[in-house]
C-alpha cells in the first residue's frame, strides 16, 4: 500500500511513538502543548466540550487564537468494543488532513487544519487525532437549530449549507457523514455563511462528484432530520425544500 507523504507546507515529526504532521510554524508548539491539554495538565486548556462521536478539547492561546483537538473516536456498532483504536492505512488522521487540505485548495469552506498525530500501539494498531484552527463566531449547525432562529434566519443559513455543499460537490470531493453536526454555521454575518468539517473517509474526484454520489450525501443530511426531528421543530418539510431547490440552482450555477 502507497504511503502518504505530508502535503506542501507540513512536515513531519516523530517522537518515540507518536508520528506528527504539522503545519510549518507549528512544529515547537502541538507536539507539548496538545498531550498536556488532554491531560488537562495546560493553563491555556478549556473545559472538555461534547462533540459528534467523543470529546472535542479547546486550547485558549493569546496570539494564536484557539484551537480544537479532536481526538478520534468509533461510532457505530463497533465502539461498543473497541473505543478508539484503529488500523486503517494510511492512518485516517493523515487522510483526513489531507483530504481537508486538498478542499481548501479547491475553495471549499472549510476550516485551517493544524495538525495530525498518530500513537502507534501495538504493531500496526494506532490511536489518533486532528488539530484544527477554531472557526470564530461560527456554530454547530444542529447545536445552533436548538437556539430556535426566525424563520427567517433559518432560510438564509440553509441557503448557505446549500451553496457550500455544492461548491464541494462541483470541486469533486464526496463527504461520508454529512450531517447537521459537521456543519458549522455563522448566521450573525450577512450573508450567512457555512463550513464544512470532518473529512475523514471523504473521497475525493478529479471532476465533480457522480449525481449518483451527490445524492446519496444529500440524503443522509435529510435523514438525519427524519431521524431526529420527528415533530419538525428545526426544520419543516417546506424549508428541506427550499434548501433542496437552493442546492439544485447552485450546481447548475457552477456548472
Known amino acids: 500500500m502507497a504511503r502518504l507523504s505530508p502535503p506542501a507546507g507540513f512536515l513531519e515529526q516523530r517522537r518515540g511513538t507518536v508520528l506528527w504532521w504539522l503545519k510549518v510554524g ?3 508548539l502541538l507536539p507539548d502543548l496538545v498531550p498536556q491539554a488532554l491531560a488537562a495538565q495546560s493553563p491555556h486548556s478549556s473545559l472538555v466540550v461534547p462533540g459528534g462521536r467523543g470529546t472535542i478539547h479547546r486550547i485558549e492561546l493569546e496570539a494564536q487564537g484557539t484551537l480544537i483537538v479532536r481526538p478520534y473516536r468509533r461510532g457505530g456498532f463497533v465502539r461498543h468494543f ?12 493523515f487522510s483526513e488532513l489531507c483530504c481537508t487540505e486538498e478542499a481548501r485548495e479547491r475553495r471549499v469552506p472549510t ?3 493544524l495538525g495530525a498525530q498518530v500513537e502507534w ?8 487525532l486532528l488539530v484544527t484552527r477554531e472557526a470564530v463566531d461560527f456554530h454547530n449547525l444542529w447545536n445552533w ?3 430556535a432562529p426566525t424563520a427567517d434566519l433559518r432560510r438564509a443559513t440553509l441557503s448557505a449549507v446549500a451553496h457550500a455543499i455544492a461548491t464541494m460537490h462541483q470541486a469533486g470531493i464526496a463527504h461520508a457523514d454529512l450531517n447537521p ?7 450573525d454575518n450577512d450573508p450567512s455563511r457555512a463550513l464544512i ?7 475525493l474526484f478529479s471532476g465533480p462528484v457522480p449525481p449518483c454520489l451527490r445524492e446519496a450525501n444529500l440524503c443522509r443530511f435529510r435523514r438525519f432530520f427524519s431521524k431526529y426531528e420527528v415533530h419538525q421543530q428545526w426544520f419543516s418539510v417546506a424549508e428541506l425544500e427550499y434548501f433542496q431547490q437552493t442546492y ?3 450546481i447548475a450555477l457552477k456548472k
Open 26 to 28: 507549528w512544529e515547537s
Open 121 to 128: 500501539r501495538l504493531g500496526v494498531l494506532y490511536r489518533g
Open 181 to 187: 453536526t459537521n456543519i458549522l454555521v455563522s448566521p
Open 248 to 250: 439544485e440552482a447552485a
Open 197 to 203: 468539517i470532518d473529512f475523514d473517509r471523504a473521497r
Open 82 to 93: 473497541i473505543r478508539d483504536v484503529y488500523w486503517d492505512h494510511p492512518p485516517r488522521p
Open 111 to 113: 476550516v485551517e487544519v
Open 145 to 147: 437549530l436548538h437556539t
